[in-house]
């Protein structure tokens, strides 16, 4: 089964994530995976891309999530709440978020 899987916000836990997606692939795992990097910062994309934890990446967040089964996220508190506001419309129909975001506590409430 093939997964599309965005990681919005690309720092050490989303790119672990996508080195473990892409680990399982090459270990002829029962799924393939395309991994799209969103990050409002382009070095970090580029370092993902480099290390191989994405694909590729897409600058516009909204056009990043469009097409993916998954969205991992890994933000810094101050954004989290606008973040859902702008993806939770465009999100596909069945898509999964994971959140690795850290201090939730406000989202929650």
């Not at 790119?15 to 692939?25: N, Q, T, Y």
């Not at 967040?61 to 810094?76: F, W, Y």
């Amino acid at each position: 089964m093939h997964v599309n899987v965005t990681l919005v916000g690309l720092d050490r836990i989303s790119a672990s994530f996508g080195l473990a997606l892409k680990r399982h692939e090459k270990d002829k795992g029962s799924h393939t995976f395309t991994i799209i990097g969103n990050d409002p910062k382009v070095l970090p994309m580029k370092d993902a891309k480099k290390m191989g934890a994405v694909d590729d990446f897409e600058r516009g967040m909204i056009k990043a999530i469009g097409n993916a089964n998954l969205v991992v996220i890994s933000a810094p508190y101050g954004i989290i709440g606008d973040l859902y506001e702008a993806i939770g419309p465009n999100l596909k129909p069945g898509a999964v978020v994971f959140d690795f975001s850290l201090h939730k506590q406000s989202i929650i409430e």
